[in-house]
């Protein structure tokens, strides 16, 4: 097979190498439209979650709990990486994307794991990575776009991997980065910023998918005088944090996107007292204009760094024997929601907690609105315990929803708990602005008795109650597939399983030890006729730091190792 190697210097100074091999038969690109983003084909992966309401469903059903004994590994990549590999394979008619740790993209034949392109960006010498990672690419048209952690917005030939535009979204040098998955809908290519902890004002940015130019910019922290801004004293709104991590959700019908966002900056809500406005909420932005039609906030005036990182997945459930237009949470506070979404509000249905949470005394029954046990609540100079611990109940790594079984899986942590104590702290640009003073191992405690952290739950949508769940000895960071053949597929352990459970049981029904811990989001598709499932191994960023904790506390010097590998499984002939 011959290679050909380009390296490319933009005006801006940016450098990047596409690597590019030949010799292969593939089939023509098929482009992305529109229609196929709203009716995407069982045969294909085209987005982070498969689909725009952020289920994370399959519909294929060739592998299914009478047979996923047999699956095999056909073949695998490995990435020649470092940290946490996060991103799901993006997969269009016999063409995957896969995006990497220091923004990477890897191009590869679906079929055999044969290299088409790579591109590799080079970062700036002065960046700070605090996570390093990137989860996942967008497609539209004939065209692959990344976020990068540098704040750039790129737009690559889906064929060749060669640049067609960057886009500036904003300085990294002031805190901003990205590692979400963009999300395409109507022609705009939206983002949004990470940063939180650097003292940044978040926002959602959209772009023309075709020149690259803004379209839109909409904060999460109001402006003096724009609604909400008396829920922000003085300046504050200015470095207030607020930032948008993971890729939205979205609903044509109503042509709005949600967003989850993080918590306010610097972390003790005594540097800032009021609601913090839109902080910790779920957002809804009109995808034209970016108009913000919506919003509700799980809690106000965080003090946890309880980011409401995940957007809620849009399901319909039934409630008093009512179908409710609805969109689901399982929040990082620990609690799960359910609410209502309209063109012009979103409303409160209902919340209970799926982990043990001892923070909340209770939720306004109309809007939702919790009360604190102002114990629970750190400050300057004022030192709480909490559970669960700052990485919440669930963190990142997202939820999926089984309609077939009208069955929620969460990907869970329990048991553990945060000591958190605020110091003062002075906005430099680009440094750290959280707030948060040193405790003892870390800040971090397992409450006694405890015999498990990790969990795998499975929750009936329409009755709001738990039907099972799946127990692990430490954390749980795997994202979950939920497939039309009843099955679940996970990672997150530190024991280096990718696991298949039973949809209905969650029984475990095969599991393949693999290079490293499984952090990445998998996918399904078919080619040839033959159904395949896809994931990435990497241990790295939060699920490492959670495992030194847990070394620390328990005294142990468990490791897990490194190395981004792409798996990709079928039953056997």
């Known amino acids: 097979m011959l290679s050909l190697i380009k390296k490319i210097v933009l005006g801006s100074g940016i450098l990047f190498w596409v690597v590019t091999s030949f010799a292969q038969s593939l089939p023509p690109y098929n482009p992305v439209t529109q229609e196929r983003l709203l009716n995407p084909e069982e045969s294909n992966w085209l987005m982070y979650r498969g689909t725009y309401d952020s289920h994370g469903y399959s519909t294929l059903d060739q592998i299914n709990t009478e047979n996923v004994d047999e699956l095999e590994m056909v073949w695998s990549f490995s990435t020649g990486l470092r940290e946490g590999h996060q991103a799901p394979p993006i997969v269009n008619d016999g063409y995957m994307y896969v995006s990497t740790p220091q923004n990477h993209i890897i191009a590869l034949n679906a079929r055999t794991g044969d290299l088409i392109w790579r591109y590799v960006r080079f970062l700036p010498d002065d960046l700070q990575q605090l996570h390093p990672t990137n989860r996942g690419v967008a497609l539209y048209e004939d065209r692959v776009y990344l976020a990068t952690v540098d704040a750039y917005l790129v737009s690559l030939d889906a064929l060749t991997g060669d640049v067609i535009w960057e886009q500036a979204v904003e300085d990294y040098y002031d805190g901003y980065y990205m590692t979400m998955a ?9 983002v949004g910023v990470s940063g939180g902890e650097l003292g940044i004002r978040g926002f959602v940015a959209a772009y023309d998918a075709f020149s690259g130019e803004q379209a839109w910019k909409t904060y999460t922290i109001p402006a003096p005088g724009e609604p909400g801004s008396e829920s922000w004293p003085g300046d504050s709104w200015q470095t207030g944090g607020v930032p948008v991590w993971i890729t939205g959700s979205y609903d044509p019908e109503l042509n709005l996107s949600y967003w989850g966002t993080g918590n306010g900056g610097p972390w003790m809500g005594d540097t800032r007292p009021g609601d913090n406005l839109y902080a910790t909420s779920v957002v809804a932005l009109d995808v034209s204009s970016g108009e913000l039609k919506a919003y509700h906030q799980y809690h106000w005036n965080d003090s946890w760094d309880w980011d409401e990182v995940s957007a809620p997945l849009l399901i319909d459930f039934q409630r008093n024997g009512q179908t409710v237009n609805g969109m689901i949470h399982p929040g990082r ?25 001892d923070v909340f ?3 306004d029954p109309v809007t939702g609105r919790p009360e604190y046990d102002m114990s629970k609540k750190p400050g ?36 553990v708990c945060s000591i958190m104590i605020g110091e003062e702290i002075e906005y430099r640009p680009g440094r750290s602005f959280t707030g948060r003073g040193p405790s003892e191992n870390g800040g971090f405690m397992i409450r006694p008795g405890t015999n498990h952290i990790g969990e795998l739950q499975a929750w009936n949508v329409d009755t709001g109650e738990r039907v099972w ?45 693999v290079n490293s ?17 896809a994931v990435q191994a990497g241990w790295g960023v939060d699920a490492e730091r959670e495992q030194n904790l847990l070394n620390l506390v328990r005294g142990e010097s468990h490791r897990v190792p490194q190395g981004g590998t792409i798996w990709v499984f079928t039953l056997s002939d």
């Open 182 to 190: 963009p999300l395409i809908a109507d022609g705009k290519v939206m």
């Open 333 to 357: 506070n620990g609690y799960l929601w359910f609410l209502e979404r309209n063109a012009d509000s979103i409303g409160f249905i209902d919340a209970n907690p799926y982990v043990y949470q």
């Open 361 to 363: 005394t209770s939720l």
């Open 380 to 415: 300057t100079g004022y030192e709480a315990t909490f559970c669960p611990s700052l990485w919440g109940g669930k963190d990142w790594p997202p939820a999926a929803f089984s309609p077939k079984r009208r069955l929620l899986y969460i990907p869970a942590n329990d048991n």
């Open 469 to 513: 769940t799946a127990t692990f000895p430490d954390q749980n960071w795997g994202p979950i597939l939920a497939t039309a053949g009843d099955l679940v597929f996970m990672g997150g352990t530190n024991d280096r399983y990718f696991r298949a459970f039973n949809a209905n049981t969650g029984d475990v029904l095969w599991e393949q030890r």
């Open 517 to 533: 811990g499984v952090n990445g989001v998998p996918v399904s598709y078919t080619l040839d006729g033959k159904q395949y499932i």
